[in-house]
């Protein structure tokens, strides 16, 4: 009787601090997990993730140009090349911008005056030809792994033009200038207009606003072969494009550069206009977009210096002179 006593007081004293252990255990689980910052240091993505989540974030996002490595010397001229679309902005930016730093000449294009569109001029940059290259696209993921960056400094959208004297005085919606770009739709009737062939101005391949309208209204598929009524022109320029527009022609260009042209006529799409600058803000515009200043990460402070300019409030009132969209 006695050592069932014993066994019996043993089992209670052991089930007893199995208890008790298990609610020690418990309190201390509940304590940890219940501190405010506890799930937080858990979930808290690693350096690299956050790196990874700000290299895919939307092409839009602000550069805090702060990270640039400026440890190359200044140049005695600072080069610049690309955008033919953003011309005017860039020009008036240099101008701006002499004051500022007038040890510093600036240049646009090679040969200076002649920028040979957004395509030509990174490529330009990542040879080392220039500093810096006007971009009116986001960079593509090659470009990225090289090493550019992109610094955001205006918004912009793509206006649809056709010449003022074009019978067609309708809107058109996306997949219709989608059909028009491919040759799927090639007479005015087709769109509700008057029986007459559409002949397209499409822009030089150099342009990155040609590659800009490519993804975002023929989703990366491919434009129509040039033919009598279809025609690709080799340089990168404007000017050219709408010269060739005549009574039933269509092309497009950013909206700044069309919506004072007495020769044309700009085109709703979706029912929309680009000259609704809210619309551009907020995107319900379908070809709305962000033009950039691309460096390589590792630059000059004067390069940077020029950048810090174009996003300064300074520089963003040129911006909206120039009838671009502030970044803010």
Known sequence: MANKSNNQETFTLVLSLLITLGLLGFGVWFFRNSLPFASKQQTQPSANSSEQQAATSQ????????????????????????SVTIVALIKQLQIAFNPVNPSLPTTYGLP????????????????????????????????????????????????????????????????????????????WSQVGGPNLPIKVINRSPDSGTYTFFQEVVLLEESFAPDSTNFTTIKKDETTSLLRALGDNGITYSTVSQLENQKTVRIVSINGISPTDQTAIKNSTY???????????????????????????????????????????
């Open 59 to 82: 092409p839009s996002a602000t550069f805090d140009t702060s990270n640039l490595d400026t440890s190359l010397p200044n140049p005695s001229v600072l080069t610049i090349d690309g």
């Open 112 to 187: 200076d005056g002649s920028p040979n569109g957004t395509n030509k001029g990174i490529q330009n940059l990542r040879d080392g030809k220039v500093l810096i290259a006007a971009s009116s696209r986001p960079l593509k993921s090659d470009e990225a792994q090289a090493g550019l960056v992109q610094v955001p400094i205006a918004r912009d959208a793509l206006a649809i033009a056709v010449g003022v004297n074009n019978p067609y005085k309708g809107e058109l919606t996306m997949e219709q200038l989608k059909g028009i770009f491919q040759g799927k739709i090639t007479n």
């Open 286 to 328: 379908p070809i709305s977009r962000v033009v950039y200043l691309v460096v390589p990460r590792k630059t000059s402070p004067g390069a940077k210096q020029f950048i810090d300019f174009a996003i300064s409030p300074s520089g963003q009132q040129i911006v909206q002179r120039v009838g671009f969209i502030p970044l803010k």
